[in-house]
């Protein structure tokens, strides 16, 4: 959109260089429209980029929503709402739950090592208190896991 409006703005100066004969105003009147009409069109993908930015969801919203796609029985996609959580906001409460409720979904999903993974990262870290309303269901799904 940027080159747009350069090349717009170097086709005006052009115009306005040329000398001055019959229909020469018609095409400085064309040019100025033109950077107009590409000026609007930056300034509209910049509000739709500020948009974008403010419209990212929380990890909250999106553990909620990955519970609710588990729920649902679609694991695929429960798995990559909650991979993302757990990559992209390591350091929240978020990601203890997300962390968990991409281990049921491994586990319903029947990829028992991949479930017995999430568990198992749940117990190691049970000590710190963020992880420790996890560590008795993680440890439950350890045993189911070591009988599959």
């Known amino acids: 959109m940027r080159s747009r409006l350069a090349a717009a703005v170097s086709l005006a100066a052009l115009c306005v260089g040329l000398p001055a004969h019959a229909g020469s105003d018609d095409r400085i009147s064309s040019a100025q429209q033109t950077v107009s009409a590409v000026t609007q069109d930056a300034k509209n993908v910049d509000a739709a980029i500020q948009k974008a930015k403010e419209d990212v ?6 553990v909620t929503n990955g519970e609710l796609l588990f729920r649902m029985k679609d694991y ?3 798995l990559v709402v909650l991979s993302e959580v757990i990559e992209g906001f390591p350091e929240t409460p978020s990601m203890v739950d997300a962390l968990y409720w991409r281990g049921e979904t491994f ?6 090592l991949a479930a017995r993974r999430d568990y198992r ?8 208190p ?12 350890l045993v189911d896991v070591s009988f599959r």
């Open 57 to 62: 969801r929380s990890p909250e919203s999106r």
């Open 76 to 78: 695929d996609r429960a």
């Open 107 to 112: 586990y319903a999903a029947k990829d028992y």
């Open 121 to 128: 990262a749940l117990v190691k870290r049970g000590n710190e």
């Open 130 to 141: 963020r992880f420790q309303p996890y560590v008795a269901k993680a440890l439950t799904r």
